[in-house]
């Protein structure tokens, strides 16, 4: 595997995939020798918890060395585009940090983020693809301007591990958030768990429709309540506008996940990536209920990460 | 030994413990399996410098696996206690994020710190104890708002290997300073010294006075000139007032430790827990005399870490 | 080796250490042994990218642990000086600093910079010299205020391996930038090139002298086509005035390094050490060209890095 970064990187092995990764965590150490010697550099573009903490665990699993790079703080700040003349702030091109790293480290983790300024620009992804372009070692996604496929890979063994049934309903929620936040999730789940053969409802106020290419396959419910009816599972999470671009529409409270709206499902398990805002996004009373699994949730990015850094160590 | 956040924690076996410390300062890697496949993560909500490489140092020598933190830059910013709406600047809750850490850490490290604003937030210790409630793992405080004690044991085992009597007198006392500083490191200082039963006497200017609770058994005495008379340690450090609670009541330079005071001693060992402002906590010439011990003092904070890393890694 | 801060360090084995970089090349974890047990304290105090990612993977070939601290962020503000009085921002003075990490660290790289604004301070190294004399242990220079020892043992080395001829000819060439920069990669690389024997010409506008100290015998050229002819290696660098210290005295981009003035050469290799900026410094024409050699060049940072480190470790 050269590269991670959508759920179409994956698509021909997804069932074993997941396997895999629920294998490891039987045995977390099984693979140790396979990183023996070879560098893991993950590279920050903005601030991350799960992710920097649980590719770190993964990597040290399979016997790796991590060196991390915030690339806001630690070094300088980087132009990109073709023929720009660098007379401005930026001290040095993408494309040759890039082609740097590619020297130093055996695999590359890059987090770059939307802007939120300019649909085309986001969904062009460039630090993304300066990153596959230049590096010439695999790239991971840590997590892109639209996409999170390391959040839907743990997702997806989540779901694996809790449900009841061979085809759960899963119920994706928008839910109200103070801030314009990107859609990298909501794209990323939806295209995962329609990969996955997953019965997926898509429910959020008119606008915050999300663009078809992630979507096609679920159906997209306005009345939330209506969505919620026999759900197995709920993932809340706010997203701005992708119609809109960037903006937020509502910050409505009526969308907020409550226990009186997931007393209408199916005891569904309710399921956010963090971090949540709570009493915002979902009441305290549902995410720290018995049929909250976001801990489990937020586990399994270990093992989800560790499968894929696995596939990439056995094809260096 | 679940938690390590003051002398109460280790009372049973400080001497013990202070003996195994100074054991493993002779045979640094002779318990290098213990740590073997096992992660700590180090989460710094302000700057550290002795801390930060200290515990680093210990886990390695452990044979650890280190991850940090830094919570004020690399993460999102936090909020904490219960039922609050998060629709503020916050995007996670602290109790989330430490339920997370403990999902990808095998052993946590804190070190927050004293708003001094309002004494009874400090004194309730939210930050170490959230840790404590939602980490599900063992946490080591780095220094917390009202204690230090990974310090307080490096300093305990530096007078033990340099003390010249069985019951030596330690002078800790108050010197001046041009910002107001928590009262964390002489809290720490005077609880320990005393569950050790060393002769401690406390100097510091009226209206300085510790909250009781830690220096209970202690001689407090308002003159310092007085109070050095035959000290075989003195132990500087300035802290703002509990009374009157964070305020600089005092910047009298009259209480600068300087070469003519240590006369007043019986040959003592000069003491501090580093950063020292040199020339208004202490003389130049105090702390680079053959007196002065800091420097073997912070390298203990090694051992002292070690030796509660080691008990934790046993108890795992 | 006991310091590794200018050529003077290694001028009796020169030749020999650029022969042990290339083969450390071949047989990266040959000497994984050395470093077993050691850790390498790494202290920034400016960004870094290059530098602080090369020097971890040396170490790790080594088999060292890297402990980084980023003295701007992560640590106290730092006093320097003999006999000051520290009740301004400063915290800690960095004798006392440097004392410590000296007892967590078995070696110490350190990255200071140039201020710009004072040429005796600058020149007097103060940063690097405290790290000298109070680290108590081996120091690397990462760069400091005048000098870039491991960037320049790494272009030796890209010249070692791409010459064709036994004494090529090699062109320092002065290009324009639109901030002020130290001096510290020109004078490094001009006197490692001097005192490796290489034929160098050094060219730039009439203002931009270097100190003679780095310089001597070397041609010095004014007209940048001139120096151009016959050149096998043209390798670009701004840098501010020395002896209008600090100042900007020009920012002609007729000075741009360009296809049509690298047609002057003996098809010659383009150098420059990262970070560059295009169409400022140099065309992308010719920095994307087959005959440029700026990433090959960067990778070999990593040996440079890691033949000093396995003499150090050596002589521990």
Chains 1, 2, 3 share one sequence.
């Not at 990107?182 to 996955?196: I, Y």
Request: aromatic share 10%; proline share 4%.
């Amino acid at each position: 595997m050269k590269q991670f970064t959508s759920v179409a990187d994956v698509a021909n092995f997804l069932p074993e995939l997941i396997r895999e990764a629920i294998q490891l965590k039987k045995a977390p150490f099984a693979y140790q020798h396979l990183g023996k010697n070879k560098v893991l550099g993950l590279v920050f573009m903005n601030p991350s918890l799960r992710t920097r903490l649980s590719t770190q665990r993964a990597a040290f699993h399979l016997g790796m060395q991590t060196i991390v790079v915030n690339a806001d703080k630690d070094t300088w700040k980087m132009a990109s585009g073709e023929g720009i003349v660098m007379d401005g702030e930026a001290a040095e091109h993408i494309k040759d940090a890039v082609a740097v790293m590619g020297q130093y480290c055996d695999i590359l983790g890059v987090r770059s983020f939307a802007g939120l300024a300019n649909k085309e620009e986001d969904y062009a992804e460039q630090t993304l693809n300066d990153f596959i372009r230049y590096a010439g070692v695999p790239v991971i996604s840590l997590e892109s301007a639209t996409r999170h496929p390391l959040q839907s890979l743990a997702d997806l063994i989540t779901i694996e591990e809790y449900k009841k049934t061979p085809r759960p309903k899963v119920v994706l929620t928008w839910a109200p958030h103070p801030k314009a936040l990107p859609q990298a999730v909501p794209n990323s789940f939806a295209e995962w768990m329609l990969a996955a053969g997953i019965d997926l409802t898509i429910t959020h106020p008119e606008g915050y429709e999300l663009n078809e290419q992630f979507t096609r396959g679920a159906k997209i419910v306005y009345d939330q309540r209506q969505a919620f009816k026999n759900a197995d599972f709920i993932y809340a999470k706010n997203w701005s506008s992708y119609t809109h671009y960037g903006q937020i529409l509502s910050r409505d409270r009526h969308w907020t996940v409550t226990t009186e709206k997931m007393a209408l499902t199916n005891q569904a398990y309710f399921m956010h990536c963090l971090p949540v805002r709570r009493n915002v996004v979902v009441e305290d009373a549902v995410i720290d209920s018995q049929q909250s699994i976001v801990i489990p949730q937020a586990a399994n990015r270990v093992w989800a990460c560790q499968a894929v850094l696995k596939r990439m160590l056995e094809s260096l």
